[in-house]
């Protein structure tokens, strides 16, 4: 594909993106993140298993940068309580798995990560407000607690949360979201 066509197909999806993040709000945001990290674990396994090196270089990596700018960055770990504190470690454990798999070529690691990452992306699939709702905020958390599974909430070895400040983060991901769309 050539340069103008790339650039405009490139446009045409982040249109589109857009779009359908602001039907719902953070709570698609939120959705579009996970399936875009879901995206990115499969396509990294797909070039890990052609020998792609550049290209799986390029999917984890984007997996890990919405992981840590996209997921992870706005969990409000103050007012979230023990879930958003339990998440920042899965999404810490998860980035270090992602780490192994690149560094690795360890598709077992990935295999994990998606493992991990479908049953929340599922259930927040699940608990998509009406499009236009009103007073559709994004919880804390992207989880509801009444919805946390045992397995989505298990705790993961060593402290990977460790880092996290207890000051919560930024507020809104509509401004990080295309950056991950690329």
């Not at 719902?24 to 499969?42: C, K, T, Y």
């Not at 409000?76 to 992602?98: F, H, M, N, P, W």
Request: net charge negative; charged share 20%.
């Amino acid at each position: 594909m050539n340069t103008s066509a790339h650039r405009s197909a490139r446009t045409y999806a982040a249109v589109g993106l857009d779009s359908r993040a602001d039907a719902n709000g953070p709570h698609e945001v939120a959705l579009l993140l996970f399936e875009g990290l879901l995206d990115r674990i499969r396509l990294g396994k797909l070039a890990m298993e052609q020998h792609d090196l550049n290209n799986k270089i390029r999917h984890i990596n984007k997996a890990l940068q919405i992981l840590g700018e996209g997921l992870r960055t706005h969990l409000d770990i103050k007012s979230g309580g023990e879930l958003a504190q339990q998440l920042d470690t899965l999404y810490a454990y998860c980035s270090v798995r992602l780490l192994d798999a690149n560094a690795h070529n360890d598709a077992a690691a990935l295999d994990e990560v998606h493992s991990l990452i479908k049953p929340l992306a599922d259930a927040w699939r699940e608990a998509r407000p009406a499009a236009g709702a009103p007073g559709t905020e994004l919880p804390a958390t992207p989880l509801d607690a009444g919805n946390a599974t045992a397995e989505a909430t298990a705790p993961y070895p060593g402290n990977y949360g460790a880092g996290r400040s207890s000051s919560g983060a930024s507020s809104g991901l509509g401004g990080t979201l295309l950056r991950y769309a690329a």
